[in-house]
């Protein structure tokens, strides 16, 4: 491949796949547009990279999330963006409203919610997936973890899809830049009186436990706060969302695979999983080279940019048979899609309960999901789906 391949052309947003297994064979780690990051493709190689965080820093979201036009975003101050020994600071302190416990008590709601969007699914009829099902689900259990209000699903979609689409922005772009800049700001305000009114009125969520914790006598700051927040919205919101949307592509695509489920409900969890290797929400993930190296055979020099493409990892053959056939049977769960190593995903065993509960609500309703128009891809780097999936689901 002479040319500098652009992960954003529009044949790379609707079909990476080829082009990835083409790049693990002839050129596993390459530099790539936009923004000349190294994709670093190979499953072996996604795997070192992520596990080696003192040569590869996550300082690299910080510039992706960061940029100079931007100046203030908390997204791009959190957890995520750091190493150790700051990364394992916060992260103790924030687990604890991720344990199982936590996930336990969750549970009832997430059903809750899972019936009640499920029931509302319009049958026989055209309709976009993303609006009626796998965006108000997330929305509402992400709104219950923080106490939001729910008549504001609609502007978290907006303040995540504009906090997930910086790096594309180019020098041209002023309105669009503007447009980031104001939810930024109007983000942070929101967020800012949510934690004001839970230190006034303590209540039985998320926030409320997070202003409580504490390591070795200390707790979060303000400022830490506010950057898990954004972190959660865009972490927990998005990325659930493709999960659902990629399951029902993949249930389109295989009507034989909706018969098993709706004849054998335990079957659900091993098709999400594998969804999310086919599928992964996150198809890849920035970080910065500290010191000269090599990975693959390259050399990398410190300060390059590098993006391990979990997209292209999950479907490696020489790590997974076949990797490029959608099969539930596969056994193994890869737990890749939700990263690896210390940033390994806190919201992994969530995202995996609400589509579980979303799908065991719907299975018995649905006999056939068929197209009804062509799906549009997303334009982000770090994600991979769609944001409007017009189809037509057929009672049982
Ligand atoms: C299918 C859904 C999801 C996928 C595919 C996903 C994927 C990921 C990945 C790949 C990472 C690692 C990033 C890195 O190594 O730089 C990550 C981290 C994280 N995710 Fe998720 N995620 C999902 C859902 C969620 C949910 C529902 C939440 C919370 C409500 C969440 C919260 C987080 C947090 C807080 C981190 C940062 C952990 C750290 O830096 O230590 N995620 N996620």
């Known amino acids: 491949m002479s040319e500098r391949l652009n992960l954003m052309s529009p044949a790379m947003l609707a079909d990476p796949y080829p ?4 790049l693990r064979r002839d050129a596993p780690v390459c530099q790539v547009d ?10 072996d190689d996604v795997i070192a990279v992520l596990k080696d965080t003192a ?19 908390p997204f ?27 996930m336990t008590r969750l549970e009832a709601r997430v059903r809750a919610f899972a019936e009640d969007i499920a029931a509302r699914l319009p049958l ?30 609609a502007r978290f979609k907006r303040w995540t899809d504009d906090l997930t689409s910086i790096s594309p922005v180019t020098p041209d772009m002023t309105a669009r830049m503007e447009e980031i800049r104001t939810t930024v700001r109007e983000a942070e305000q929101y967020l800012t009186e949510v934690l004001a ?47 659902l949307n990629h399951s029902a592509l993949q249930l389109i695509a295989h009507p034989e695979v909706l018969d098993r489920l709706r004849a054998d409900p335990a079957l659900i969890p091993r ?45 490696d053959e020489a790590h997974f048979p076949d990797a490029h056939r959608f099969d539930i049977d596969r056994g193994g769960v890869t737990h890749l899609p939700f990263g690896h190593g210390i940033h390994f995903c806190l919201g992994a065993p969530l995202a995996r309960l ?22 549009e891809w997303r334009r982000a780097l770090s994600m991979r789906g769609v944001t409007s999936l017009p189809l037509v689901a057929h009672p049982a």
């Not at 936009?34 to 499953?43: C, D, M, Q, S």
């Not at 009829?125 to 939001?148: H, K, N, Y």
Request: one cysteine or more; charged letters at 20%; a neutral charge.
């Open 19 to 22: 082009t990835y297994a083409e």
């Open 34 to 43: 936009p923004g000349g990051f190294w994709a670093v493709t190979r499953h």
């Open 55 to 73: 040569l590869f820093s996550s300082e690299g979201f910080r510039a992706a999330t960061k940029p100079a036009w931007l100046g203030h975003n």
């Open 76 to 102: 791009g101050d959190s957890m995520l963006v750091l190493d150790p020994p700051a990364h394992g600071r916060l992260r103790s302190l924030v687990n604890r409203a991720f344990t199982p416990a936590a």
């Open 124 to 153: 026989g009829q055209p309709v976009d997936w993303v609006e009626s099902l796998a965006m108000p689900l997330p929305a509402s259990v992400i709104g219950e973890l923080l106490g939001l209000d729910p008549s504001l699903h």
């Open 197 to 243: 009114s839970r230190r006034r009125a303590p209540a039985d969520d998320m926030v409320t436990d997070l202003l409580r914790a504490q390591v070795d006598g200390q707790s979060l700051t303000d400022a830490e706060l506010m950057s898990f927040l954004f972190l959660l919205l865009v972490g927990g919101l998005e990325t659930t969302v493709h999960l």
């Open 271 to 315: 098709f999400i999983d594998e969804v999310l290797r086919y599928e992964p929400p996150v198809r890849s993930v920035y970080r910065l080279v500290m010191a000269d190296t090599e990975i693959g055979g390259v050399r990398l020099t410190k300060g390059a940019k590098v993006l391990a493409m979990i997209g292209s990892a999950c479907r």
């Open 354 to 375: 609400e589509a579980r509960l979303l799908f065991t609500a719907l299975v018995p309703r649905v006999r056939r999901l068929s197209p009804a128009g062509p799906p």
